[in-house]
């Protein structure tokens, strides 16, 4: 796993999401890792604008040829947008995973939500220890 | 403990991404993924490593009268270098496997069963064949190997030129590889029309693996892994062991099941043969007392997943439930000849009421979705060498 990417700037949770703070803002993936794990997607059911989120609830479902993974909402707060591109094209999760394929962007999010994540050198650690 | 087939050390260091099935360590897929894997076996072709199938030799003097008691298929009507589909069945006609059977010689069988049925099926056999029927496992010697699509004919005339290679279906022969007798059938499992197995001694199983590998690259010919094993056969409506073929499913249930059925007049006794007969009686004038459901195919006509055990209902109850499913990719086709562009869509196999037909519209509830779907006769249709999606109204 030498080669999976963990960008230094954004914040994890253990269920392999990443989080990136844009103003009041935060953008939400899937890490390198939990794309690997999957393998192809093929299919992404988001959250509707305006739906509400509670920290480590359930937030979409991204589906891979192999499986069906849910995923958690890392932080409290209400959906101010969802990646529509995923619709047509839910590859992105796997070619850009930090970048085109993000998934939903949160706000009026706690801030002291925050200190639940990890920084890159933990998540890190996270993986390494299985 | 899982076993590991000869090619294990090739997979890990070609980018296969190892799981355990049926208690074999396998590639699910390669670095490229599943999809791609998929659309090359339909494009150019597809290298399989199928070790994890049981392989048991069967021989003797009445080896042919004693298969035909216990497999629902009449392996009389074989002859060396051919090879069928048969069901082994129950009393009550309902399946313990499907599998593969390849007459060798005169009195020389091999049958080819389904890896996570591999010790179930050779006990069975050990208690229904008579002791003078000699069986002998060689799953663990003999490797398994399939090259599949529409390259992969040229690629056998390059590894072996001159040599007879099976040309109709079901045909087998046998050829030669480091001096060792190497055979190869004209079958497979993804619906490809040019496809073939190949079964090699461990020994020299790594070598040839190599050859096909390296000279099928420049034919666009990839290493597959059990994933898109999984999604070809399921495009092509192939049932599996354990989705669509269940014990507690009549066998005739499955379309495919027909084809491994002999219930010609004349044949003697067989295991299952009184409970088969009313399951194709039934088949053929609608009754439903015994064969109550058929798994058909279905197709959703939104963007969605579909999966096994996904309940189905139709004209507003419930009809059955999905076997397998899984949105699968495909070459859009211009005329006889695919495309650069792919497309995708869910496909399922279903176990459904017999009273639901093909063209039925039906509502999948996958997870918290009600997804609506169709049943469709096929996906393909064989056009040259390639496999043609039909187009859905």
Known sequence: ?130 | MTRKTPLFDWHQTNGGKMIDYAGWRLPINYSSGIIAEHLACRKFGALFDISHMGRFLIRGWYAASALSRALTNDPTRLQPGKCHYTLIADEAGFPLDDAFLYQLHVNEYLLVVNGANREKIWSWLQDSLPAFVQMQDLTEQLAMLSLQGPCSERLLQEVWPGEQLPVRRNALTSVFWEGAEVLVSATGYTGEPLGFEIFVPNEQCPSLWQELASTGREMGIVPVGLGARDTLRLEAGYPLYGHEYQADRPALAVPQAAWGVSLQRGRPDFVGRRALTEQMKELKNGAREHLPKRVMMVVALTPAMIRGGAKVRAAGREVGELTSGNIIPAWRFKGSKPTDETYKRAVGLAYLDREVSVGQRIEIAYRKRRIEGIVVSSLMENAGGYLVPRQLN
Request: aromatic share 6%.
């Open chain 1, 1 to 130: 796993m030498s080669d999976t990417k963990i960008p230094g700037d954004l914040k994890y949770s253990p269920e392999h999401e990443w989080v990136r703070l844009e103003g009041d803002v935060a953008v939400i993936g899937l890490t390198d890792y939990a794309q690997d794990q999957l393998g192809d997607v093929t299919f992404v059911e988001l959250p509707e604008p305006g739906d509400e989120m509670s920290q480590m609830g359930e937030m979409c479902v991204v589906e891979s040829v192999k499986v069906a993974a849910d995923v958690y909402s890392p932080l409290s707060g209400v959906i101010d947008d969802v990646n529509s591109d995923l619709e047509d094209q839910p590859e992105l999760i796997n070619s850009d995973c930090y970048g085109q394929g993000w998934l939903v962007k949160i706000k009026d999010f706690p801030a002291a939500e925050l200190d639940n994540l990890l920084d890159a050198t933990a998540y890190e650690n996270l993986l390494a220890g299985g």
